[in-house]
């Protein structure tokens, strides 16, 4: 059972196994490891690795494989059996410190964006000992960072580690300030909240599009879309409701806690949140979450679809990041209390946060960056591609009043009365929501709503640490310095509200005002991925990473390249996969309803306007788009040919944005009014009324 407190972290190499099967010598080493950073002897990792051995073959497992996930966007594993042969020929059970603590994978065969190449391909992954082992698949996985044989990080788990030691270096110095010396550690915590879509697993195999790209590239708008917001929450139905129950079960095993699920506005839409884990561990969590959502899917005849925007003029989907800081004594440090105005520990982290965001905003904005997620930033509850803050009013007001040194008085009602004297009166939070917001203030946490579907959480939280830790610095810095600390205090936060308001931003930020407000307020407008990716390699961000040791400049810069490939392969493959698809169903399909009308007229006796108009009037219109369609046709493959000739990465970028793209939505076009006009019969693609309503 999903709520069966003996399931959860069955498949998880807990603390408290660990604790139940090693050596209270071993057991203590090891903690202190992952508590404090400290190296970890080859004798502690063979005493390990022979505990983790014994339980993982006791749960059924066979194979070892390091877990990691590589600059792909989802994971990678490369499994070895348990079996050793001996001397005397016969075969042992075999897993040794040196197997846990190190593999060696094909490093040349990932994106490395120059790191690597084929003539040096060396590559190890390394066991990130603060993720603890689990078991999936009858496989044991050891949850891995990937590095090149110089060190390099190729990964994206490496940075995040990073960035959370600068975070908590710098923390700590502005805990200490504040007269606490209690506090060993300062975390990230986050909840990523995942967005997705099912449809039936034989309609999805009869789309090449979502099968080769996870989006469709063409189909005409349904009669009924999301516009009565009447999927919205509703009741689960049986298939969706099976798969759900199920995903939660394996979830629960592996040490996922999947807390919330429900559907979403757009039909076939729904949603998975997890509690609050630390940000690494959330990262493993949701990579796992995304993996089981497709594998269970298909069990069920579903296919989850995990791309930003898999249909058009229907909200698409994102992942929102829940992102705190807390303490290793449980104290939140972005909780306002009961008193915000006179919480200086909260105002000093909420003013570093609004300070490193405002600064590092193009790099934000690049964290989420993709050609999928183009199609989604703007509309439907997706913020636009400008980052910006959301306080709401009472933060809003506290913050002003601290700028102007004026006394601060709340009179709001800590409850709400809703009406009817048999309800009860509710307490009513600080702030309202603002789902068009990319950057909202949600009580004690920041949601950050950029993020698309099938992201990888780790890049926006490597962005949020750093810059953070950068900010932090400053603050630690400035106040260490000080001859009177508690009064610099209240001077600093002054200044930084007074220097760093322009970020916050808590009106609608659908209103076609907005772009013109950000634009005089000097915030950055990054409509699209080649707009934002050059963030990653301004000489402001290879300072931010480098001086706190989360990316050396080529590993920057390797990055840079890696996403800008993406970015151009992605759209490559769409414009092929559409052209394909034009060629061996479009163009059939119109010539076949074309030969029927044809037919039909050619065996009417008589064929004035009045006995054959309805079957002019259609082959004339059909006759006319296939027509364009050709000749868009045409287009498409004269430009994809045209954009093999760039050499340099960026204007290449922009060349599959500005022409490619707008060769593929004329083309869309045409296909979309052709859909419209053919009968089903001859059209054998499943349209969206079909995909978006077949699952009961």
């Known amino acids: 059972m999903t709520n069966d407190p003996h399931a959860f972290g069955s498949l998880v190499f807990t603390d408290a196994q660990m604790q139940s099967r090693l050596p209270e010598d071993i ?28 339980w993982a073959i006791e749960k059924g497992a066979t194979h070892f494989t390091h877990w990691f996930q590589p600059m792909t966007g989802i994971t990678a594993e490369k499994h070895d059996s348990f079996l050793a042969p ?4 016969r075969m042992i059970l075999e897993f040794s410190g040196r197997e846990l603590l190190r593999g060696e994978p094909d490093a040349s065969s990932f994106p490395a964006g120059g790191l690597r190449v084929t003539s040096a391909a060396r590559g190890y992954t390394v066991w990130d000992i603060t993720s603890y082992p689990f078991i999936k698949d009858g496989t044991l996985c050891i949850p891995a960072v990937f590095c090149s ?11 995040l580690l990073r960035s959370m030691e600068a975070l908590n ?35 999805y195999l009869k789309r090449p599009d979502l099968v080769l790209t996870g989006r469709t590239l063409f189909s005409a708008r349904p009669p009924k879309g999301h516009e009565l917001h009447d999927h919205y929450l509703t009741s689960l139905k049986p298939r969706v409701s099976a798969f759900m129950r199920e995903l939660e079960a394996e979830l629960w095993k592996l040490g996922v806690p999947a807390k919330t699920k429900h559907n979403e506005v757009a039909p076939a839409q729904h949603e998975l949140a997890p509690i609050f884990s630390i940000v690494n561990i959330a990262c493993d969590h949701n990579q796992l979450t995304m993996e089981l959502m497709k594998n269970i899917a298909a069990k069920h005849g579903l296919a989850c679809l995990l791309h930003e925007r898999p249909f058009a003029g229907i909200n698409g989907s994102g992942k929102h990041i829940n992102w705190s800081l807390a303490t290793d004594t449980g104290i939140n440090l972005l909780d306002p209390g009961e008193r915000p105005y006179e919480n200086i520990q909260f105002l000093l982290f909420l003013t570093a946060v609004i300070k490193a965001v405002d600064e590092y905003q193009e790099l934000l904005r690049a964290s989420a960056a993709s050609a ?40 709001r009602p800590r409850l709400m009365e809703v009406g009817a004297s048999v309800l009860p009166h509710i307490p009513k939070d600080t702030a309202d929501r603002n789902r068009t917001s990319p950057f909202a203030f949600t009580g004690n946490k920041f949601e950050f709503r950029m993020l698309g579907s099938a992201f990888s959480i780790a890049e926006p939280n490597i962005v949020l640490n750093t810059a953070v830790a950068e900010v932090l610095r400053e603050f630690a810095d400035h106040l260490e310095r000080a001859s009177d600390v508690e009064s610099e205090l209240s001077s600093l936060i002054r200044q930084t ?20 407000e950000a634009t005089r307020r000097g915030l950055a407008v990054l409509k699209t991925t080649v707009d934002a990716l050059p963030a990653w390699v301004a000489p402001k961000s290879i300072a931010l990473f480098t001086r706190h040791q989360v990316l050396t400049e080529p590993e920057i810069r390797s990055r840079y390249q890696i996403y800008l490939e993406n970015y151009c392969k992605t759209l490559q493959i769409e414009a092929l996969t559409m052209a394909d698809l034009v060629k061996k169903e479009i163009v059939p399909a119109c010539i076949d309803y074309q ?11 008589t064929c004035g306007e009045f006995e054959c108009g309805l079957e002019k009037r259609f082959l004339g219109q059909i006759a006319s788009l296939s027509a364009a ?25 922009r060349f599959y944005r500005d022409q490619v793209c707008g060769a593929m939505s004329e083309l869309r076009l045409v296909i979309d009014e052709l859909e419209r006009l053919v009968a089903k019969k001859h059209w054998r693609l499943p349209t969206y009324a079909e995909m978006l309503f077949s699952v009961n």
């Not at 001996?86 to 020929?89: C, D, F, S």
């Open 86 to 89: 001996t001397k005397e020929g």
């Open 149 to 159: 044989y110089h060190g390099e990080a190729l990964d994206k788990k490496t940075p």
């Open 27 to 54: 057991y203590r080493a090891l903690k202190k490891t992952m508590q404090l950073g400290t190296h970890l002897e080859l004798e502690v990792a063979e005493s390990v690795a022979k505990a983790l051995k014994d």
């Open 595 to 605: 030969n029927e009308l044809i037919h039909l007229l050619k065996s009417k006796k």
């Open 169 to 203: 270096r710098q923390a700590l110095r502005i805990m200490r300030l504040l007269g606490n010396t209690t506090v060993q550690r300062v975390i990230t915590t986050v909840g990523s909240e995942q967005e997705y879509f099912l449809i039936d697993k034989e309609l």
């Open 372 to 411: 999928g997620n183009d199609l989604r930033l703007g509309a439907n509850e997706a913020p636009p591609p400008i980052v910006s803050i959301f306080l709401g009013e009472e933060l809003t007001e506290i913050l002003t009043a601290w700028e102007t040194g004026a006394p601060y008085r709340s009179e």
């Open 629 to 653: 369609l050709l000749n868009k046709l045409d287009l498409l493959e004269k430009t994809l040919a045209e954009g093999s000739s760039e050499n340099d990465a960026l204007a290449e970028a």
């Open 497 to 516: 509200i007074r220097q760093h308001k322009r970020i916050i931003f808590n009106g609608n930020n659908y209103s076609a005002g907005w772009v013109q």
